[in-house]
């Protein structure tokens, strides 16, 4: 039986629909044009369904039927479902990269809910930004929500063997330019990948990301592993339609469920799961929006004390989502590092995390490890600092090889994208395995949109002579499906003029990961030097949406997000006037 904190003439929905005026005639009567009859919606909770399907979202493709299950779920409980679309935010196929676009997606999702008679949502996505995206705009807007993930897709095959998501086409990418694989198994490679609906099934971002949503307490649980094409994926979508209604009764909103401890809780999950690099940069700007002051700190904290247990690529070294899920998923995670999390957190269920990852089991061992037999023995990010960094930049540990953990060598940088795709295949570029390869201009502002670059191409030179990773440093982002000695989100970003911009061809770095830093070794009265003849690059943009991004977006340690969105759930929400 659904408590209910509310009555249905305080249902927000109530003062579009039930008025006896002029402008609740027209609600009405538009809503009857459309074959609705009052009964349907009248004392209902009225359930947006936000949608991020377009024909141009591969990853989302199932929402277009997926939908529909959870209007059966809202339409069951008594509830009135509306489907709103949104952005769709594909990360293969947007340019020049979704990050530009996070924000919009969140705006657009807030606005859509402030301006509708809606009382709670269902928010679907997954693809990487759409999870963040779709978080942020709920969490500022704060009415009852659930995120229904859209679930990886099912393993790629080749030949009999597994491919999995991005983590491959890097690798088999190399093998060709080293001549190892012919251009027929590239081809056959491309039509194997990706050969279901549904997100990436490594644990790139978007596993990641929705793995996360679910620690946060925003999905119900078990939901972020269930693959796509599982018709267990269709059940959790109508039991997501039933719940929200229930939870709109009971007034459940996210600002009861993103307090401080299930932000850690989220942080702990993401350490164990062999994360995504950008799971830090978006649960920053999420516990911004949510009041909690989560920083790089958070992050480095839990890496110390919780290590990587799932066993996916690319930490892992052959497994996918898919088996993690057979494995016992999410629920069976957490319940092995139950002593690092708040059980008592409320989730979106009505019921605790602890509540319900109780007797959640493992059945395959080496999938999700126990703790004493991880495959990494701290957890899978680590944040660095120094005279290259003051504001930090990320490293994926368990994803490189071992020997660069702590490593000198000199420069090679690039200013650029396309001078850099040009170099590296230069049979005669001055380079060694031992060089850093430099990225620069790749940031926040200067990419602009912080796009994934960041796993700059080894060298073709280097690679015929089998070289498969070397030290890589930018202030990019990299895909939660990339891997190797890749140093990331250098703050500030070159752009507006961070140390990264005053780096020369053959002055030497050293990183040094047990220690957490990373320094350029250049005397400071040369840095000063050269930071006085530094000129900023051009303007990225003079017009439009990009403009307005380049005046606004905050630096990688703080989120990205727009300076004059981060304000938390202190500040009411302003609701739209119906008059
Ligand atoms: Fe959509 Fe990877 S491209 S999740």
């Keep these: 039986m659904t408590k209910k904190n509310k009555t249905p003439d305080q249902l927000r929905s109530a003062r579009w629909f039930a008025p006896d005026d002029l402008r609740a005639f027209g609600h009405r009567s538009r809503a009857m044009q459309m074959g609705y009859a009052p009964e349907e919606w009248r004392d209902r909770p009225v359930i947006a369904i936000i949608n991020t399907w377009s024909d141009a979202q591969p990853c989302h493709m199932h929402f277009k039927s997926r939908v529909d299950d959870v209007k059966r779920g809202v339409l069951m409980a008594g509830g009135f479902p509306l489907e709103l679309p949104a952005l769709s935010l594909s990360e293969s196929l947007l340019k020049p990269t979704t990050m530009l676009y996070r924000n919009m997606l969140a705006m657009d999702a807030e606005e859509l809910l402030r301006g509708h008679p809606v009382d709670g949502v269902v928010l679907m996505g997954g693809c ?163 009041g909690q002051d989560i920083s790089l700190d958070d992050f480095e904290t839990a890496s110390r004390k919780v290590p990587v ?71 899978a990010l680590a944040v660095l600092k120094g005279n290259l960094a003051p504001d930090g930049c990320v490293i994926k540990p368990s994803a490189c090889d071992p020997r660069f953990l702590k490593h000198t060598g000199p420069a090679l940088v690039f200013d650029d994208y396309p001078s850099m795709k040009k170099a590296v295949d230069d049979p005669d570029l001055d380079v060694t395995a031992d060089h850093v390869l430099i990225l620069r201009n790749a940031g926040p502002q200067g990419g602009p949109g912080m796009p994934e670059w960041g796993m700059l191409p080894i060298p073709t030179k ?68 050269r930071r006085a003849e530094w000129k900023q690059p051009e303007k990225r943009f003079e017009r439009g949406y990009g403009w307005m991004f380049s005046k606004h977006i905050k630096q990688a340690n703080e989120g990205c997000d727009f300076d004059f969105l981060e304000t938390g759930f202190g500040k009411p929400v302003g609701e739209p006037s119906i008059y």
């Design 128 to 290: 990487d930004k759409t999870t963040p995206g779709l978080l942020l705009g709920a969490t500022s807007m704060n009415l009852p929500a659930i995120y229904l993930p859209a679930g990886p897709m099912l393993r790629g095959n080749w030949k009999g063997r597994t491919l999995g998501s991005g983590s491959d086409a890097w690798k088999y990418w190399d093998e060709r330019r080293a001549g190892k694989i012919s251009d027929k198994d590239w081809v056959d490679m491309e039509a194997g990948i990706a050969r279901s609906y549904g997100t990436c099934m490594t644990m790139g971002t978007a596993s990641t990301m929705t793995a996360i949503a679910e620690a946060i307490g925003m999905t119900l649980p078990g939901a972020s592993s269930i693959p796509a094409a599982d018709a267990n994926h269709i059940r959790m979508s109508s039991e997501a339609g039933r719940r929200i209604v229930e939870m709109v009764w009971e007034d459940l909103t996210p600002q009861k469920i993103q307090s401080r401890r299930a932000f850690e809780n989220a942080i702990t999950v993401a350490m164990a799961m062999g994360c995504s690099t950008n799971a830090i940069i978006h649960l920053i700007a999420q516990g911004r929006r949510a």
């Design 462 to 529: 280097l690679v015929k002579q089998g070289v498969r990773d070397m030290v890589r440093l930018s202030d990019a982002r990299m895909s939660g499906t990339s891997y190797g000695a890749c140093i990331l989100h250098v703050s500030p970003e070159s752009y507006i003029g961070g140390p990264l911009a005053l780096v020369r061809n053959g002055d030497r770095i050293t990183l040094d990961v047990a220690a957490r830093t990373i320094n350029l070794d250049v005397p400071e009265a040369e840095l000063a030097r």
């Design 309 to 379: 247990i799932a066993n996916v690529r690319p930490s892992g070294d052959h497994y996918l989502m898919e088996d993690f899920f057979y494995a016992g998923g999410l629920p069976g995670l957490m319940n092995r590092i139950k002593q690092h999390l708040h059980l008592d957190c409320v989730t979106v269920s009505g019921k605790t995390l602890g509540e319900n990852i109780a007797g959640a089991e493992v059945h395959i061992d080496d999938v999700i490890r126990t703790v004493d037999n991880p495959i990494y023995k701290e957890g």
